[in-house]
């Protein structure tokens, strides 16, 4: 098995098929094998499962995958990396590898055609300019056991963020609804190349049902989106431009039924705490 994070084969591979990085797609491959195997490890993943791979750019974790799962498939939006791919990971009978945009494919089609028997997981590289949007959509889909993804360490502060602190935000929550985050270690700068210019991290999301009462998604993630638009001012006045049909006195109420005081901040809030807001607001409307 070819080396890929070894920087004397990249180069070579560089050279062979006059390919460039592209800042465009946010690309920065890894040079340190420890990576992608520990990501692996930590994902779970054994011949029992299925893994969608999203980015697999010249699969070190592609690799890495194949050896444990009992298949993989891979979305490539970057067509200049097919033969590149064809020569790192050709040898495995168990891997699909789709060129296209995993944006605009029906993710739980997919998977249903891909893996029958086995327990689906997502695992991803993510660029860090589609990181929100991709794991949204991973996560939407409601078709995988657990997302394990690598991302700006910012980002994953974000994800696993508690109420009340400064990285909480409506994609926290997002995040939490949908799935039990665990941040599981960091990537320094130095295990890529071209260096990004900061550290990684790498999370695990085990998806799992709703944790909260929820009687309306929509009306929950529309009243989490108003809380968090104006994070400096009172949850009231959040919710007052998200929900222009109530008055500040009748949001006022709102918050006094769930208990909540009236200079309450919607960073304050949980899961639960958003539950009983946006099921109160729901019969108001």
């Known amino acids: 098995m070819l080396d890929v994070c070894d920087p004397r084969v990249i180069r070579a591979l560089l050279e062979k098929y006059g390919f460039h990085f592209s800042k465009a797609k946010g690309q920065n491959f890894l040079t340190q094998r420890w990576v992608p195997q520990r990501i692996a490890q930590e994902a779970g993943i054994d011949r029992s499962t299925g893994v969608l791979e999203i980015g697999p750019g010249f699969g070190p974790l592609t690799q890495e995958l194949c050896l444990r799962a009992g298949r993989v498939t891979a979305i490539e939006l970057d067509t200049t990396l097919r033969p590149v791919l064809a020569e790192t990971v050709g040898e495995f009978d168990n891997l699909t ?91 320094p700068a130095s295990c890529f190349i071209p260096q990004p210019k900061v550290t990684s991290a790498v999370v695990c999301l085990r998806t799992r049902p709703a944790p909260a009462d929820i009687r309306d998604e929509v009306l929950f993630f529309r009243t989490v989106r108003a809380s968090f638009a104006q994070r400096r001012k009172t949850l009231v006045n959040g919710l007052a431009s998200g929900f222009p049909q109530l008055t500040k006195a009748e949001l006022t109420d709102v918050l006094a039924a769930c208990g909540l005081p009236a200079n309450v901040r919607g960073e304050t809030l949980g899961l639960e705490g958003f539950a009983a807001l946006s099921n109160a607001i729901g019969e108001r409307l």
């Open 97 to 187: 590898i789709h060129f296209a945009d995993a944006m605009k494919m029906d993710l739980p089609a997919l998977v249903q055609a891909e893996f029958p028997g086995l327990t689906p997981a997502a695992c991803a590289n993510l660029p860090y300019y589609i990181t929100s949007p991709v794991l949204t959509r991973l996560l939407e889909s409601r078709c995988f056991s657990a997302v394990t993804v690598m991302v700006q360490k910012e980002v994953a502060r974000r994800i696993c963020a508690a109420p009340g602190t400064a990285d909480y935000s409506a994609f926290s929550i997002l995040c939490q609804y949908h799935a039990a985050p665990e941040l599981l270690f960091d990537i």
